[in-house]
């Protein structure tokens, strides 16, 4: 090429040479364009219309009919003939006293408590995570002073996990508790699709402690999809700021589920087709993308912990966001109801629960004791129903007998309400409750 093709090169790809384009179509979910021919996918731009000036909107598309739009907001008031401008790529500059503030999927401070600081690095919302090689393993284990996750399934600094439950199993309340029992510097919290009381629960349920190292990025329900689904790039870009400013970082999304529905009302939408139970191909193509950018250290940059919450309503564990999760996360614990409604709480199902950190995040005598205690609970498992019935006669099999009368008090040990004192080192208390001779009642 010569330098004149480069230079002709360059200004074709810059957002600022693309000519004007106009709407020339709108639905409730998105709207149509026509002269952005040359901006690709991702890009952002802006609507100036009489009644909607300066929507933001992101092509999420191209067909016969034109380029496809997800608007950043309502569409109404919006008609054809609008003019379009390109606009730059969507960016945040995190600052250190982003903590104990509340923002929106845009970065604008929504608690009245004043304007922002901003930091001198800017966060793009859309990047590609940090390559592979340049990533440490997981940092050393960190004590989230649940009971079920320290012993059974732990988490590791850097280590990505999934909370998989149905709607009111204690999901909020988890959260909550890890939020204040774990060591982090900064913790991010991204709150997507929420109803609007929830945020107001989440923030009461805190400790001011917490709250003082806790941003909150929420886009409510009621928002449109490109906004919730906004939220979660901002809440991952934020995290990525303070990373990058050496704090050590715990991302909490809730939820993944319903990031995964908004991309699949753009992605219908705009005209995909639906593959899996309704979601369009992108949406898995997505999921990555988002839940890649956080894990260990690298070099750059401090570890982002992270944990989602992806709702399984019904049960079903294998629904397809909640299958492709599981297979990109480093972990996963399953809240049951059936436990919920036994009123052990947390409701962390110890033996659905996965940790890819172990074997190596215990000690050699830490993993026995686990293995014996998955042992006791698993052995109890197998033998509730046929003990609930009376058919069960004591000693009949040592095994049993001895699973019969620790499992009851391994699971009393696992229920930990929000404000209950905790052990930060629970095998201590877990090796002694074994070790006492049950009674005989
Ligand atoms: N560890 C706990 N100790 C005592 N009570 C708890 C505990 N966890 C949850 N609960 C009770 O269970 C109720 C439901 O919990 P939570 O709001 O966390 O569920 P959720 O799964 O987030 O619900 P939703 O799906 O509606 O958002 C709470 O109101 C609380 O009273």
Redesign the pocket.
């Known amino acids: 090429m010569t330098p004149l093709d480069i230079i002709a090169d360059a200004c074709r790809r810059s957002p600022r040479s693309v000519r004007e384009g106009r709407l020339v179509g709108v639905t409730a979910q998105g709207a149509t364009a026509s002269g952005l021919g040359r901006l690709p996918i991702g890009s952002r731009v802006r609507i100036v219309a009489p009644l909607q000036d300066g929507l933001l909107a992101d092509i999420v598309g191209s067909d016969s009919a034109g380029t496809r739009l997800a608007c950043l907001g309502s569409t109404d008031g919006l008609a054809p003939g609008g003019r379009i401008t390109a606009e730059p790529a969507a960016s945040l500059h995190p600052h250190p006293n982003w903590r104990g503030r509340i923002l929106d999927a845009f970065g604008q401070a929504l608690d009245g408590l004043g304007p922002l600081a901003h930091g001198s690095r800017a966060c793009p919302l859309r990047r590609p995570a940090p390559d592979a090689a340049v990533r440490r393993g997981f940092g050393p284990r960190l004590s989230t002073g649940i009971h079920a996750i320290d012993l059974f399934a732990p988490l590791c600094e850097g280590q990505r996990i999934g909370i998989f ?1 149905g ?8 959260m909550n ?1 890890i939020a204040d029992r774990t060591p982090a510097d900064a913790i991010v919290v991204g709150l997507i699709g929420e109803r609007g009381r ?1 945020l107001r629960a989440f923030i009461d349920a805190m400790t001011p402690q917490t709250r003082s190292r806790t941003t909150i990025v929420i886009a409510t329900s009621d928002s449109a999809a490109a906004v919730r689904r906004e939220a979660a790039y901002a809440a991952t870009a934020v995290a990525e700021g303070f990373a990058a400013q050496g704090m050590v970082t715990l991302l909490l999304m809730d939820s993944i589920t319903r990031f995964a529905m908004a991309g699949r009302e753009i992605g219908l939408a705009a005209g995909e087709p639906p593959a899996v139970r309704g979601f369009p191909p992108s949406v898995f193509a997505e999921l990555p993308r988002l839940l890649e950018r956080t894990g260990p250290a690298t070099e750059s940059a401090a570890p982002i912990t992270a944990i989602y919450t992806v709702l399984v309503d019904g049960g079903d564990h294998d629904e397809p966001v909640a299958d492709a999760v599981r297979g990109i996360l480093d972990g996963h614990l399953v809240l049951s109801r059936a436990i ?1 409604e036994r009123g052990r ?2 409701a962390i199902d110890v033996l659905r629960s996965v940790s890819r950190s172990l074997p190596e995040a215990h000690g050699d005598d830490e993993l026995t004791l686990m293995r014996e205690a998955r042992g006791l609970l698993s052995d109890m498992a197998d033998v509730e129903a046929v003990v609930r019935l009376g058919a069960y006669e004591r000693g009949s099999n040592a095994r049993t007998d001895r699973a019969i009368a620790l499992a009851p008090r391994i699971e009393s040990f696992l229920t ?3 404000r209950q004192p905790f052990e930060r080192l629970p095998f201590a208390a877990l090796t002694d409750l074994l070790k006492e001779q049950p009674k005989d009642d």
């Not at 709607?167 to 988890?174: A, F, P, Q, T």
């Open positions: 439950a709607s009111g199993v204690g999901k909020s309340v988890l508790m929830e919920a709480l947390p930990q309400s929000p």
